[in-house]
Nanobody, 127 residues
Framework: QVQLVESGGGLVQAGGSLRLSCAAS????????MGWFRQAPGKEREFVAAVPWSGFSTYYADSVKGRFTISRDNAKNTVYLQMNSLKPEDTAVYYC????????????????????WGQGTQVTVSS
């Protein structure tokens, strides 16, 4: 069992930055791909970013590419999402997810591939 807790969300003005953290407990994250997803009211949960369990690559949704950066620190059992140049359309609840030995881009983008989910943290970007 892996427990994930997100933090770092909040209210920010458009153009600003936030750094989300996802702290894991119960298992080491070395064998897990880590992903960030987000869900706005009335919309499906969508892929944002992921790093495979190998840690050699990163994947991003087109909507955030160039603005967001995912990173992981296996020693701290923590995954981060640095969000820059935030836009109002980035407003959503952001969820951290862990998937056992997900290695490919296709699997990393698919929320059905993930085994564990955090409770989410709210990100609100004002105009």
């Amino acid at each position: 069992q892996v427990q994930l807790v997100e933090s770092g969300g909040g209210l920010v003005q458009a153009g600003g930055s936030l750094r989300l953290s996802c702290a894991a407990s119960g298992r080491a994250l070395g064998s897990y791909a880590m992903g960030w997803f987000r869900q706005a009211p009335g919309k499906e949960r969508e892929f944002v970013a992921a790093v495979p369990w190998s840690g050699f690559s990163t994947y991003y949704a087109d909507s955030v590419k160039g603005r967001f950066t995912i990173s992981r620190d296996n020693a701290k059992n923590t995954v981060y999402l640095q969000m820059n140049s935030l836009k109002p359309e980035d407003t959503a609840v952001y969820y951290c997810a862990a998937g056992y030995r997900i290695a490919t881009m296709t699997r990393s983008r698919d929320r059905r591939e993930y085994d564990y989910w955090g409770q989410g943290t709210q990100v609100t970007v004002s105009s």
